[in-house]
């Protein structure tokens, strides 16, 4: 299996239970923020993304917040299930080039 | 529905050869990246290109090369392995400059030897 990730924050959460996985990203200036979910294996998944200009978005079952005053991202998981078992990492963009930011990430354990 | 793929999945080699990872995409995409991925780090990014025959380099370039001669393709290769080098690598791609998701392959995890 995977080996990245084995020193992550974890968070455990009982199925049904809503999640919340939290980063703070470190440059007033970025202005675009994603969350990517990675499963075992696999490469990361794009879940959700904000822009600098808004403060919450929705998506199924998801939703991000984005608190530029404290430099603070949260993603949300309603209802939770057994299949968002993975690790989920936000990323920065700055506002220039290609280069995101990729916070380390946080492991989410669903409990039956 | 093919997307992005990476090959090989897996590939173990010995200090000091040449490697090449292969990264394929089929959406058109402009931009492709490449990062690694160790533990305690986040991914960090390695090179990347904004379209055919331009490439530039990201936060760790040392020790890889990269070329783009077809849109769809973006290889990496080591020159000369080190175990410094051993991690999983990810190929992206995205379809347009920043404030656009990348679109991740499922990496190639390589072991030196």
């Known amino acids: 299996g995977e080996s990245v990730g084995l020193h992550l924050p974890t968070l455990s959460v009982q199925e049904g239970d809503n999640s919340i996985i939290n980063c703070a990203y470190s440059n007033s200036a970025s202005d675009y923020f994603i969350w990517y979910k990675q499963e075992s294996g696999k490469g990361p998944q794009f879940i959700i993304d904000i822009r600098s200009n808004m403060d919450k978005r929705q998506g199924q079952r998801v939703t991000v917040l984005l608190n530029k005053t404290v430099k603070h991202l949260s993603l949300q998981i309603a209802a939770t299930q057994p299949g968002d078992s993975a690790v989920y990492f936000c990323?920065?963009?700055?506002?220039?080039?290609?280069?995101?930011?990729f916070g380390p990430g946080t492991r989410l354990s669903v409990l039956p | 529905d093919a997307g992005i793929t990476q090959s090989p999945r897996y590939k173990i080699t010995e200090t000091g050869r040449q490697v090449t990872l292969m990264c394929h995409q089929t959406?058109?995409?402009?931009?492709m990246f490449w990062y690694r991925q160790d533990l305690g780090h986040g991914l960090r990014l390695i090179y990347y290109?904004?379209?055919?025959?331009?490439?530039d380099k990201g936060e760790v370039p040392d020790g890889y090369v990269v070329s783009r001669s077809k849109t769809e393709n973006f290889p990496l290769t080591l020159e000369s392995a080190t175990r410094s080098q051993t991690s999983v690598y990810f190929c992206?791609?995205?379809?347009?400059?920043?404030?656009?998701?990348?679109?991740f392959g499922d990496g190639t995890r390589l072991s030196i030897l």
């Open positions: 990323a920065e963009n700055r506002n220039y080039g290609q280069n995101f930011v």
């Open positions: 959406w058109s995409h402009s931009y």
């Open positions: 992206a791609s995205s379809p347009g400059p920043s404030n656009q998701p990348q679109h």
């Open positions: 290109s904004a379209a055919a025959d331009i490439t």
